[in-house]
């Protein structure tokens, strides 16, 4: 699973890094140049020190993109972030559509209305080869002027939005870049390179499965002649649609499913069999079915020694049963959000009892580069203008400066060779020797390099190895 993570203020792979050559690193440039654009970093910096000042100034200059909920206060924002430019401008956009649809979508049914009308009545209704009156024929061009001069006006108007569509499009290309050239040190087309190909194909349609795209996944997976396994479609297309059906509030098919691997979700100590039982619970009292709620109640006895608070706080909501739970101290109960955090606990626990990863690898390496990117980018304009770009080739597979992308997106720890105190990386990898310790490949070799049989004395015990006993350890 590519992914980067921050050690002493650089970048380390982990296992394999979004860094290291390969298709991952091409797919996460090449995906990302068609996924939401990346902001641009600032056009400058003013430094007076080496290359480690301008790293230090690029990874201190990242930007957060939290767009505010009004427009007044994305317009405050806009000189801060890039992003909330095009966001403003996009809005302003879409006003004016909104308000030209609402202006003359009325009138153009009414037109349509009133034409079908007169020509029923003064075509359709008369009498075959019957000459229309001049009353008839008045009414009839007066009509058609009529909406001849409505169809003129939207024409004039929808013009006159032409400009606010290419506004948009410069303040895209102002704010943003789309040429990534440079900041990868390894750029690979995988169209050229079969195996590559297949790689990226088969990333895609494991998305596609995971998202319950099953049959997008299966006509690529047919098109690119790849397989894709039969158990992982089987297990995504019942998830999603259980998913599905919590979308649409209903707990049933969730609860035979939590019912069926109700010893693993224990195991867990999951909460997920309880809250769906309390979501069934507060949809009956929604409904006002005091009766059948009360029934239903008794399914929370098993789960009194864990959640007995939360059961209190359900049995207290009946005595709002005939007033309603919407205008009660309860009725926070009855929160949308609820369904929301039942979905993600759901996939959560799901996937952990697969073995399945939350996110599929398409979607870790396309986040991850979206997060990584700016900050590349603005490293690279900073090399150029310090005329220092030899730091970017001199880290073999490391990058020049730390970027932190996020807890959510550690999955592997770094080891660091307790011998030369340096992290491993794929060409230095962490080996194993007969005793257990692990230290680095060229700590190994450096240990042995004096002995003509290879062998080493292990650093923290006297147990001795050879060079070819040791195993290479994966994190």
């Not at 943003?176 to 995988?190: L, R």
């Not at 590559?196 to 690119?224: K, M, Y």
Request: proline share 4%.
């Amino acid at each position: 699973m590519p992914v980067v993570c921050g050690v002493q203020g650089r970048i380390l792979h982990c296992n394999r890094a979004v860094w290291a050559t390969g298709p991952a690193t091409y797919l996460l440039l090449h995906i990302a140049s068609y996924c939401p654009l990346l902001p641009s970093p600032p056009p400058s910096y003013q430094l007076d020190n080496d290359s480690d000042d301008a790293a230090a100034a690029v990874a201190n200059s990242s930007l957060t993109y939290n767009r505010p909920f009004c427009r007044h206060q994305r317009e405050a924002a806009m000189d801060r972030n890039p992003v909330e430019g095009v966001l403003n401008c996009v809005d302003r956009l879409l006003f004016k559509l909104e308000a030209f649809s609402k202006q003359y979508g009325n009138s153009l049914d009414n037109m349509v209305t009133q034409l079908e009308t007169l020509e029923r009545e003064l075509i359709i209704d008369t009498e075959e080869g019957a000459e229309l009156s001049v009353t008839a024929v008045l009414i009839w061009e007066q009509s058609l002027k009529k909406l001849r001069d409505i169809l003129s006006q939207m024409g004039q108007e929808h013009r006159g939005m032409h400009g606010g569509v290419s506004k948009c499009g410069k303040e895209i290309d102002r704010n943003f870049v789309c040429d990534f050239a440079g900041v990868s040190k390894s750029q690979q087309c995988y169209e050229l390179r079969p195996e590559l190909r297949e790689r990226v194909c088969r990333l895609i349609a494991e998305h596609l499965l995971s998202q319950g795209r099953l049959d997008a996944a299966e006509t690529l997976a047919q098109e690119a002649d790849i397989n894709v396994r039969d158990d992982n479609r089987a297990i995504f297309e019942e998830m999603n649609g259980i998913v599905e059906s919590l979308k649409g509030k209903d707990v049933d098919g969730a609860l035979r499913w939590a019912q069926t691997h109700s010893d693993q979700l224990a195991q867990r100590n999951s909460k997920l069999e309880f809250s769906l039982h309390r979501l069934k619970f507060l949809n009956l009292l929604r409904q006002k079915k005091g009766v059948e709620a009360l029934q239903y109640a008794k399914k929370f006895q098993q789960f009194a020694k864990k959640h007995s608070i939360e059961i209190q706080k359900l049995m207290g909501s009946l005595a709002y049963l005939s007033s309603g739970l919407d205008n009660s101290p309860y009725a926070n109960l009855l929160d949308d959000v609820h369904w929301v955090e039942i979905e993600e606990m759901f996939t959560r626990d799901a996937c952990a009892l697969y073995g399945l990863p939350t996110q599929s690898a398409l979607s870790v390496v396309v986040n991850a580069g979206a997060v990584a990117l700016p900050a590349l980018i603005g490293l690279r304009r900073v090399m150029q203008q310090r005329q220092v770009a030899n730091v970017w080739t001199h880290h073999s597979d490391e990058l020049p400066i730390e970027i932190d992308l996020g807890a959510e997106r550690h999955y592997h720890s770094v080891f660091s060779c307790p011998i030369l105190r340096q992290q491993t990386t794929d060409a230095n990898p962490p080996m194993r020797l007969s005793c257990g310790h692990v230290i680095s490949r060229d700590a190994l070799l450096k240990l042995a390099q004096n002995n003509r049989h290879f062998r080493l004395k292990c650093p923290y015990c006297p147990i001795e190895s050879t060079v070819g006993d040791a195993k290479r350890v994966y994190f």
